[in-house]
């Protein structure tokens, strides 16, 4: 008699398991996706208007794929996005998953700096449950607006249950991209992502996820990088090297109290002598100076033309500068060792 009670709970724990939709929350931050203008085209509309509900009414058939529930984070084009805004991302995802209160999280956000979020995410989210970034190109009042059909493809994957464990992701235009890599790679063009180094994970396509890769750059479950209590990160800037450039970025990013530069790069992390002479002296003033590349894809090197160990710097391996600021600022929430940060820029 009794196996044949376990079995019967088992049945019915699988039955209403089966039963229930899987539960996603969206939390909005703007964006085009977000977006409204006077009319058809694109002409001087503005990011960041209309509200989560609205989105939602703009996807039939979005109810059959999930339980939804909205919620506003924020609601700014994403080149307004802050620190401020990330922190509070980051405080209620976590909640979110440590309450139970969702299976997957999709966020829609403008695409400016939507890689930056993703990457953002992917190293601070303490869960392996789906999380995916999406958004739009055209605002919602344009012939063939692209949100409606990124957001029910993110919906898709965030509620699939293959879609755990890859870290962040970010979805657009039938692409599923690992949050580390994806750099948006054009300016207007509705297929606006690209993977530079790895091409997408995966597609989504009439309902269907499938995919090619498992990301094991993620932080997930054993993320270091506890930022619960955090009110502000330490200031990391960006100097973008060219030909001919003088240092004046640099010397002022020392003079401002930065903790950390990112040098953007030419070629394999490479800068001349205005620019040599003055990382030096950041780092001898006790800043972390990370080599990286405004190349767009490929790693940069550790003791290459550059001679690392003399000069104090570290490599950010293939994250592009604006990634690497963001890596740079949570690893310096944790330690100023050296040895220690270029390790997880390694790793992560
Ligand atoms: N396509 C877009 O989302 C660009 C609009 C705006 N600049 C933003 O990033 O939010």
């Known amino acids: 008699m009794k196996p044949l009670c376990t079995l019967i709970v088992v049945l019915f724990v699988c ?79 976590n909640e979110i998953f440590a309450n139970n209160e969702a299976d997957g999280i999709v966020i829609t956000h403008g695409t400016d700096t939507q890689e930056e979020t993703a990457y953002f995410l992917n190293l601070s989210v303490r869960s392996g449950k789906p999380v995916v970034l999406t958004g739009s190109m055209r605002p919602s009042t344009a012939i063939s607006a692209d949100g409606p059909k990124n957001l029910y493809d993110a919906v898709t994957v965030a509620a699939n249950t293959r879609s755990g464990g890859r870290g962040v992701m970010v979805v657009f235009n039938e692409s599923i991209f690992d949050g580390r890599d994806v750099s948006k790679g054009s300016t207007t063009k509705v297929d606006a992502f690209r993977s530079p180094n790895l091409g997408p994970i995966g597609q989504v396509y009439d309902g269907k996820v499938i995919y090619y890769m498992n990301p094991i750059r993620k932080a997930d479950k054993e993320t270091p990088f506890d930022i619960s209590t955090q009110k502000v990160l330490p200031k990391v800037g960006i100097a973008y090297m060219y030909a001919d450039a003088e240092a004046g970025a640099i010397n002022n990013f020392v003079k401002e109290g930065y903790k950390g530069i990112i040098i953007a790069g030419v070629g394999n992390g490479n800068f001349n002598k205005a620019f040599y002479d003055a990382i030096a002296a950041a780092v001898k003033k006790g800043l972390v100076v990370v080599r990286s590349s405004h190349v767009g894809s490929g790693r940069v090197t550790q003791f290459d033309e550059v001679d690392d160990k003399n000069l104090g710097t570290i490599v950010s391996d293939d994250l592009n500068p604006q990634k690497a600021r963001i890596l740079l600022m949570l690893g310096l929430t944790q330690t100023s060792n050296k040895d220690i940060l270029q390790s997880y820029f390694f790793k992560y």
């Open 15 to 93: 039955i209403t398991s089966f039963a229930q939709p899987p539960r996603i929350i969206i939390l909005a931050t703007g964006g085009t996706i977000a977006g409204e203008g006077a009319s058809a085209d694109r002409a001087a509309y503005t990011a960041g208007k209309v509200p989560i509900e609205s989105l939602l009414k703009a996807v039939p058939g979005i109810e059959k794929i999930a339980a939804i529930t909205g919620e506003q984070i924020a609601n700014v084009g994403s080149q307004d996005m802050s620190i401020d805004i990330w922190l509070k991302l980051n405080k209620r995802i």
